[in-house]
């Protein structure tokens, strides 16, 4: 265990949002942050140069995807991801159980732990709480997340508690099962979309003791108002000086709407995937660029953004790209959708500071970006 | 036309191989020169100070596809190519007769011009010398390409005299419809695997008079000693103090022979191609990255070169990305195989100036680099 509290309070507004600081074994970063993802030891087409020039701190890799490939071994190898993806700042893991429950290829969760196949090849593979912690020992990530049991929006009470306290149960075995006091460990709250299920695992994990907790089983189809009543359940629950992390959230107005509700991390693949899929963010809302309207629009995606694609390029330059199915486009458009991400959590720390987070959220939500 | 010869003869290597300076209305470049194609206004998947950082200091941009999307007057708003790609280098556009010819849309070919469809959406097109001339002046390229005809390999004798024939006629169509001077306009002479009908083409061109001197219809198919042959059959008869460029080729040892047969410059898609599916060129060889030999290989492609790829990513990784089809592979291999062929081609200039091209030549067609 580290010495020192990770997690540095450093203001809260009056509305309830916190800013704060966090140190890990790669650096510090500034909180409410958002972490991109790096499923595969890569931000989609991007290089970590580039995800850091966005503004992006902590980056986050997915333990499933890299135990299946390339193997734990080879980052070992590597000395560990850092190295292997060359990005020097923090990463955060996730423990690969969203990613068992989700892909299909789950076939049996014991207490003991889980079975699944292969997405890749079919191979039968097993992930226990310990070996999900070893494996992102081994990955050398700066926050590793204890293996968790994944429901789906829409199980009953009677399912939700069950697996609510094998996931409790999991998160003990997993503090146990530390090796090196290097990473934080955090914790991860569920309870469904149940009130007092909630309560109940985050005080369980805060019983247990954790250098920081996550929310998980949220945004997977429930409605906002019951995404926040869930969200903030818990952040009620959770000791004031420990980091909240929210999984796997979300739009921007989510994000705003949940710092309000005390989070104090975030991650999710929308900024990246999305512009993929050529929907950017911007001030003056979502711009989809195969739009013909945009074809000969000399401007760039926000005149008003700093990024560098909007330093350097049109829309109708990367609908042109769009449209012809040119990878420099999907890059382009990821630059500034993070970015923009970025940015939007700079305002927002920049607003706790200030103490006028209530007026920035008021106006974010009546904005043209409240309508997620 | 522009009052000083744009191409100035610096040295010529016993062995033939010449040393020179093009200029053009956006900057200087020295030859031998490689320049990286991007067809579509985008070398795939790389910035434009990626592409300069390779050290390459002209592209190739496609008139046949940017014409038909976006379009010229997409362009022409834009400012121009340089402004709309962002690249305020040196740019070679090619005429669009090769895409014709090979991309099976022909449909009806006479003396006037050409009747293609569209491989986008069949729309029917035509394109003339004329047009093809003030399309690429649109575009503001810096080096224009005269429409030609282009046979495939084994055309009988007499298909390729008359098929040389309207080449040139079209060549001087082409020079007769420049309404600007800032551009620089290429003859290309073709003759297919004929050494009298490519001299008689040479001399065609050079009676004409151009700013320099394509030589198309190679690469098709014919054995490296055809090719040699009949790019030295036309170098002997073009004017020494002229550019004279050889168009898709080719293979780092295609560059070295070609080179000593007086050639200037070159085009090809063959380093970015080949660096998207996984093929890398080093000083010791072919490098296929997907071999599960490099898996846990931590040594960077090339031990011995200074390409971003080298300096920050190891064969590990770079397979890792490959096996994942993540697109950050492509753009890492595509850096890398261009810093290659530019790095091959300053080593060309070295030697041609330091008068020991022959030996170089020598050692590299002895080397790992010379069966292709």
């Known amino acids: 265990m580290q010495s ?10 009056p509305t309830g949002a916190r800013l704060g600081r966090m140190s890990t ?25 580039e995800v850091r020039e966005t503004g992006a701190r902590i980056i986050l890799a997915n333990t499933y995807h890299l135990y299946l490939r390339p193997g734990v071994e080879v980052i070992k190898e590597a000395g560990g991801l850092h190295r292997f993806m060359n990005w020097s700042g923090p990463i955060l893991t996730d423990s690969g159980g969203f990613q068992v429950f989700s892909l ?3 076939n049996r969760i014991d207490e003991e732990g889980v079975t699944f196949s292969s997405h890749l090849d079919g191979t039968r593979c097993r992930l226990t709480p310990e070996s999900a912690v070893e494996i992102q020992e081994a990955l050398g ?19 939700t508690e069950k697996s609510t306290a094998l996931t409790g149960r999991w998160a003990a075995r997993s503090k146990a099962a530390r090796r090196e006091d290097k990473a934080l460990l955090f914790g991860i709250v569920q309870g469904g979309m149940y009130t007092d299920l909630r309560v109940r695992s985050a005080l369980e994990m805060v019983e247990t003791g954790f250098d920081g907790y996550a929310i998980g ?3 997977v189809g429930e409605s906002k108002d019951v995404m926040t009543e869930m969200t903030r359940a818990v952040t009620e629950v959770l000791p004031r000086e420990s980091a909240r992390y929210l999984m796997g959230v979300g739009t921007p107005a989510d994000l ?10 975030f991650d999710c693949v929308m900024p990246t995937r999305n512009a993929r899929n050529g929907m950017l963010f911007t001030k003056h809302g979502k711009l989809v660029i195969k739009n013909s309207r945009y074809e000969r629009d000399m401007e760039p995606l926000d005149p008003e953004c700093g990024c560098y694609t909007c330093s350097h390029y049109s829309r109708s330059y990367l609908r042109h790209l769009f449209m ?15 970015f923009y991400y970025a940015s939007l959590m700079e305002s927002i720390r920049e607003n706790i500071k200030a103490r006028t987070f209530g007026r920035f959220k008021s106006a974010f939500l009546s904005g043209p970006m409240a309508g997620d």
């Open 4 to 13: 020192l509290r990770p997690f540095e309070l450093l203001a809260e507004d």
């Open 25 to 49: 074994g790669h650096g510090t970063f500034s909180t409410p942050v958002f972490m991109p993802v790096g499923t595969k030891a890569a931000v989609k087409g991007l290089s970590t140069e």
């Open 104 to 106: 299909k290829g789950l």
């Open 141 to 159: 990530s700066d926050i590793i997340m204890c293996l968790d049991e994944c429901l789906p929006d829409g199980a009953t009470r009677e399912e």
């Open 217 to 219: 089983g949220l945004s």
């Open 256 to 265: 705003v709407r949940s710092v309000e509700a005390g989070v104090d991390m």
């Open 324 to 338: 012809s199915r040119e990878m420099l486009g999907a890059r382009l458009n990821s630059i500034h959708n993070l």
